[in-house]
């Protein structure tokens, strides 16, 4: 398993990073994100869905489990047409997402899902897509993300 790490302390590293990471996206890819509250990922998410047009407020579907967005053309034209947001931090077992037809999201060929605590949904390494994303905090309480695959 590689791990590539980058420095997210400043807004402005985070948002290059959320750029050329997102450039890398082919429709169908599956990112989960770990890491403790605070570290980043949701903020992740709202850099994220700016880079691929969205026009509406992202917000964290920690109580609703799953969002979904509309992309812009220039997503759209690469294939991207839909943002799909989760956040498994409240779920007690992976079947309540399953349940609700998020596997059928996740294998819609034109969307880019990501999970919020992903590390609570094993299931999700079963997609040929999957990648990884973990945020954290080093020593110094700077905040990095590692790119696990």
Request: charged share 25%; aromatic share 10%.
């Amino acid at each position: 398993m590689s791990k590539e790490r980058y420095d997210i302390n400043e807004m402005t590293r985070l948002t290059t990073f959320t750029h050329d990471f997102a450039a890398t996206f082919a429709g169908g890819d599956v990112i989960g994100l770990i890491g403790d509250l605070g570290a980043g990922k949701t903020t992740f998410v709202q850099l994220l869905a700016a880079e691929l047009g969205v026009a509406v407020e992202v917000k964290s579907p920690t109580f609703v489990l799953v969002r979904e967005y509309l992309t812009g053309q220039t997503a759209v034209r690469r294939g991207l047409g839909c943002l799909v947001h989760a956040d498994a931090y409240r779920l007690e077992d992976e079947a309540e997402l399953w349940g609700i037809g998020f596997d059928e999201l996740v294998s819609s060929p034109d969307t880019v899902t990501v999970v919020e605590w992903a590390n609570r949904i094993p299931g999700l390494a079963k997609y040929p897509s999957y990648r990884e994303l973990r945020f954290g905090f080093d020593e110094h309480g700077n905040r990095f993300v590692e790119i696990v695959e």
